[in-house]
């Protein structure tokens, strides 16, 4: 291999992996939409509506990607036998490999820029999202350092414990949920297990204005 091949083989190595990474959901606004699936029609109108506005171009889309809209629930996921859940898969497996340093190290080396732990860099993206709403922003915060510091509320306790009234709190709540940054379950609001286990000094640092 003369030189000339060994540049062209490094080269092709960075596209790779940029490829890859243009792949991951802080990156993508396809794959923020794929990774925040399942979504209620209106929540999908509210967050993505340049991909929605053109309704014949939005059904082949979602044809073409596997998403499926449930005649049940009218909320809308993916298939199981479609791209968009296969790259969810991938998506999931990558924030698995890049939480790692020792896989991120080679890759920075290989880019000559940091790699960095894209499961956190997707979590901030939808954390500064949240926090810069000028409607829910601040009560948004609020949950946030709480849910920081204690497992689990119900509304009613958010609104008691916040001092802000309970219509608030349950606008706040819903782009959260939609979000995917809490999960809501017999009326109790909590982290999901994975952010709060790995995440939560993160998310403090960022509702906190210090990162």
């Not at 009560?139 to 204690?150: E, G, S």
Request: net charge negative; aromatic share 8%.
């Amino acid at each position: 291999m003369g030189k000339s091949s060994e540049a062209n083989v490094r080269e092709e190595v960075k596209k790779f992996v940029n490829a890859i990474l243009s792949l991951m959901p802080s990156r993508n606004t396809i794959s923020q939409l794929i990774m925040l699936l399942p979504l209620k029609e209106d929540e999908l109108n509210a967050m993505f509506p340049e991909m929605v506005r053109d309704v014949e171009y939005w059904d082949l889309f979602r044809t073409a990607l596997g998403i499926e809209v449930s005649s049940y629930t009218g909320s809308i996921d993916t298939s199981y036998s479609g791209i968009a859940y296969i790259l969810r898969s991938f998506i999931d497996k990558m924030f698995e490999i890049l939480r790692e340093e020792k896989y991120r190290g080679p890759l920075s080396a290989i880019l000559g820029e940091i790699v960095p732990n894209m499961e956190r860099e997707w979590l901030e993206v939808r954390l500064k999202t949240v926090l810069e709403d000028k409607v829910v922003g601040d009560t948004a915060k609020h949950i946030l350092l709480a849910l920081c510091d204690v497992e689990s509320l119900s509304i009613s306790e958010f609104a008691s414990k916040l001092n802000i009234e309970e219509a608030r709190v349950k606008q706040a709540i819903y782009v959260l949920q939609a979000l995917k940054l809490i999960e809501v379950s017999d009326d109790k609001v909590k982290l999901p297990y994975g952010i709060r286990d790995r995440y939560k000094s993160f998310i403090k640092r960022v509702v906190e204005g210090k990162l």
